[in-house]
């Protein structure tokens, strides 16, 4: 055993653990696009909890990309909603992005005590195992829910983790659970996640193809990080 | 779909839904011995929050039998512990058993409020199946959780509920988290349990034989109900 591994379903749950690695997973959508922008050459993720925030940056920054949603719709104002298809090359290569999410930017608020915050979803999952395997002081996933309620698809993509971690973590009983609830679900993950209550809304207002590809395992190989407020793709 | 199945993974997250029956777990072990004692003829259980209020139960009535714990142990000056073994024929049939646990009993106290309320664990989930499938109104599988913390026997009780219901049940998040934890954990079920954090205490204070007892599926077809703040047997 060489790292102590713990799950939040809930960020209301979460105790600061300042020793500890801390990834925040909000897999419809917030981590999902904010790991492609980095994978497509974003220079940083700069997460605000306030649409206004978000609007004041771009006052100061005028070069800045508005990212983001309320109710899962594009903010009135802003240059891109919160489908991890929209952050391409194209659009965000050596841009700095301001996104200001429902829950997943409040759950990276939420963790900014901990020794090292990085965004996790199933597209990066691969590489953020190989970060945790070599960080000391355990590591603690985050679910970000949904308005503070448990979220499925954040604690499937944590029990992904876990589950491939299982090899070196001492787990707890969150840990143990979400890794029982992957292993369970992964023969049908995609029809399970389309069930919850979150997916089944993306669906209702047109963004049933962002399900799929945000279940899509190990996509890139990136990890974000998070310093000074601002996430940015791990060196190395 | 005839029934609306939720899940709650803490006592702190239930929500009083006074239409629905309120399904409490404490599969380690106050549930399983509640159930035991109802299956043994024992007349009645009544819940207690405090070492007092038992105490004080049996000033006025004599012939109550006290049970419970606290730490796992036995209550000096109480007859029997928290063991679902203890609670044989023998010993409760006919009887009144007044019961304080540190995670199940305060749970019963919290579902109160429910239309019905009903106790339940391993040993009688398919008797609890049935009942639920006859009523209306939906049903909350509460689990009792360990000192309010999430706990992962109590979890996977509830999704061998919610996966025997899948058939009729609309399932909210966290019962479909549960089911998918049941179905990837159900073939190492003792082991995974084992590496609880309650299991691992239970077992090093000397009731390492308890965890396998309550894991034991439909032993009994007893469905316990509260009324009245007591416990008996369902009618019929």
């Known amino acids: 055993m060489s790292i102590n591994l713990d799950v939040w379903f809930t960020p209301a749950e979460y105790k600061d653990e300042q020793e500890q690695t801390a990834v925040v997973i909000d ?13 497509n050459g974003c220079q940083a993720v700069i997460p605000v909890a306030q649409v ?28 891109l909603g919160n489908s991890p ?5 194209e659009v965000v290569a050596g841009r700095k992005v301001v996104i200001t999410t429902t829950n997943g930017t409040l759950a990276l608020r939420r963790a900014i005590k901990a020794k090292t915050v990085i965004a996790a979803s199933f597209v990066n999952a691969g590489a953020v195992c190989r970060f945790l395997r070599q960080t000391s002081g355990g590591g603690g996933l985050l679910c970000a829910g949904t308005k503070g309620r448990f979220s499925l698809e954040d604690a ?5 983790i876990a589950s491939r971690l299982s090899d070196v973590a001492a787990m707890s ?12 679900a992964q023969a ?17 207002v047109g963004f049933a193809a962002d399900i799929a590809f945000c279940l899509t ?6 990890v974000p990080i998070l310093a000074d407020g601002v996430l940015k793709a791990m060196p190395g």
């Open 85 to 89: 298809r929209e952050y391409s090359r």
């Open 173 to 184: 009983d969150t840990a143990l659970a979400a890794a029982a609830m992957y292993q369970g």
């Open 27 to 39: 897999v419809l959508r917030a981590t999902t696009s904010i790991v492609m922008a980095i994978s």
């Open 52 to 79: 206004e925030e978000a609007l004041a940056q771009r006052e100061v920054c005028p070069d800045v990309i508005l990212g983001g949603e309320r109710g899962s719709l594009l903010i009135p104002g802003f240059d």
């Open 156 to 160: 499937l993509c944590a029990g992904l």
């Open 188 to 204: 049908h993950l995609r029809e399970i996640v389309e069930s919850s209550s979150h997916a089944r809304h993306l669906a209702a």
């Open 217 to 222: 395992h190990d996509v890139v190989d990136v």
